[in-house]
């Protein structure tokens, strides 16, 4: 930047593309506001270039190649059998990229297109309240702005002892591995390293997950994880938990982490380290202290419930403020903070109802309050329906898991739900959708079903719940 240079005036600067930054500047397009987005990498952020999205088509591959190597095999029970199933990983790679990846950022450009916003590539600094530095491959520029929403998502955590690099990767660099590793290593088994490993596991990689906690999947139970864990380890992968990575030392072969469990120091060796321990906020690289912004203990930007800062003029995002790291999170508070900025505000209250969802191989999903969350209330009830009671799980041959309803006893509202089994992530929006309503466990047993769905499991254990069941 140079001193004195002048600045142009902008109207609603956005920080970061991702599903926060992007969903903001189409709704704040749409509600009259002249935008600007600045993108210092690829449009569409972590979740369109290296997140959700690509890690969704890799688990995608995997499902695939299992199913047709139980077939090769003729381990399927359907008597179906094929003859010499091969993965051409470049291919495989590139259908991740060209088509699933490409095709969605592509989509996202054009809709920013198409709502007249003004795209610039650059990393974006703050020189004070009211000013953005961005600087560019050719130059810089300034930029000042009447509001901003600040969402530059998060970027994984390192061990400073082993830094990513060489055999040593983060999520990034698992999704484009040159190679399926023949024994890959994980250290973390949250939602990164579970759903990285389960690819990887049908990919044919043994895998070792080493987590710190006493159990993998932190953000589900103990009862959901477990049902991922006996999975991994039927399969001849391992896990061990109440286990800390101490330290790795790599060759140009392989890697060899050293972890202690119970006092005792173990070591595994493999061909790739993926360090998945979680992910911090990006407010350190864009001169949040030149501004007034307010910062949490744990470097996450303060908010209210429209999601500015103790700057008025200056909004925060998804992964940068507090809660979970959630794209969907990130869309949601998107839309609030842009009707905020353009004076159209609704209804901007965070309801109970934030899903999340594990895509490991068997899938977790959960909404609302949990059985550790109500674990001291005397007014709830829990209801747990198993899929190995639904025709078509039976059908599909993928009866693992349960769907878990908790509902209150006066009225039976419900106020919870878990999923464990096949199409969880997609049954749980139906459960999302009654507790954002305010429905009981009547409204969704009287709720007719299509026969033979998953979706009756959601009606068999509201029938529980009314103390009413026919399947079980
Ligand atoms: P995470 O917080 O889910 O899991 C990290 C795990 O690493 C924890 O269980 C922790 O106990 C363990 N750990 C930390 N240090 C360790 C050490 N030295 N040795 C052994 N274990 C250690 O973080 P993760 O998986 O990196 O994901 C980051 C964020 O991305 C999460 O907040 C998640 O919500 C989000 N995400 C969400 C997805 C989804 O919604 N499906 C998918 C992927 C990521």
Redesign the pocket.
């Known amino acids: 930047m140079v001193v004195g240079a002048q600045a142009t005036e902008v109207d609603l600067v956005v920080i970061g593309s991702g599903p926060g930054g992007y969903v903001a500047a189409i709704r704040a397009a749409e509600l009259g506001k002249k935008v600007t987005i600045i993108e210092k990498d690829n449009v569409g952020g972590v979740c369109l270039n290296i997140?959700?999205i690509p890690?969704k088509a890799l688990i995608n591959i995997g499902h695939h190649y299992q199913e047709s190597l139980e077939e090769e095999k003729g381990e399927n029970p359907f008597g179906l059998s094929v003859g010499n199933v091969k993965l051409n990983w470049e291919s495989a790679q590139k259908w991740k990229q060209d088509k699933v990846v490409n095709q969605l950022t592509g989509g996202v450009k054009m809709l920013l297109k198409k709502h007249k916003v003004d795209v610039i590539q650059g990393t974006a600094e703050f020189i004070d309240n009211n000013t953005i530095n961005v600087e560019q491959e050719d130059g810089f520029q300034l930029l000042q702005f009447n509001d901003v929403i600040i969402s530059t998502g998060?970027r994984?955590?390192e061990?400073p002892s082993f830094p990513f690099g060489g055999r040593i990767i983060d999520?990034t660099g698992a999704l484009s591995l040159p190679e399926v590793p023949k024994h890959l290593i994980i250290?973390?088994?949250?939602?990164?390293?579970?759903?990285l490993g389960g690819a990887y596991r049908m990919l044919g990689s043994k895998i070792t997950i080493?987590?710190?906690?006493d159990h993998?999947?932190?953000?589900f139970d103990k009862e959901m994880s477990d049902i991922i864990a006996n999975r991994v380890k039927s399969a001849g992968s391992e896990i061990f938990t109440s286990?800390?990575?101490?330290s790795a030392t790599q060759t140009d072969k392989d890697v060899t982490l050293t972890?202690e469990v119970d006092g005792k120091e173990q070591t595994v060796t493999g061909d790739y380290l993926l360090v998945?321990?979680?992910?911090r906020p990006n407010t350190d690289l864009i001169g949040l202290n030149n501004t007034d912004v307010k910062l949490t203990d744990r470097g996450l930007i303060e908010v209210d419930d429209s999601y500015a800062t103790n700057v008025p003029h200056i909004y925060a995002i998804g992964?940068v403020v507090p809660g979970?790291?959630?794209?969907?999170k990130a869309s949601f508070q998107a839309k609030v903070a842009a009707a905020a900025i353009a004076g159209a505000e609704d209804d901007v209250d965070l309801h109970v109802a934030l899903p999340?969802?594990?895509?490991t191989t068997t899938e977790l999903a959960t909404v609302g309050e949990t059985p550790e969350s109500v674990k001291d209330r005397k007014d709830v009830k829990i209801s747990k329906f198993p899929f190995a009671a639904n025709g078509r799980a039976i059908s599909m041959n993928d009866t693992t898991g349960f769907l878990r309803l908790i509902t209150e006893t006066k009225e039976g509202a419900l106020i919870g739900a878990q999923i464990v089994g096949p199409g969880a992530s997609d049954l749980i929006s139906g459960l999302s959708l009654a507790i954002e309503n305010g429905l009981t466990s009547k409204d969704i047993s009287l709720t007719i079903q299509p026969h033979p769905t998953l979706g009756e499991a959601i009606m068999d254990t509201a029938e529980l719940a009314d103390g009413l069941p026919i399947h079980v």
């Open positions: 997140g959700c890690s998060s994984p955590i061990i999520s250290v973390g088994g949250g939602v990164i390293g579970s759903e080493v987590e710190g906690l993998i999947l932190n953000g286990a800390m990575a101490k972890f998945s321990v979680g992910r992964d979970p790291m959630l794209a969907h999340a969802v594990a895509y």
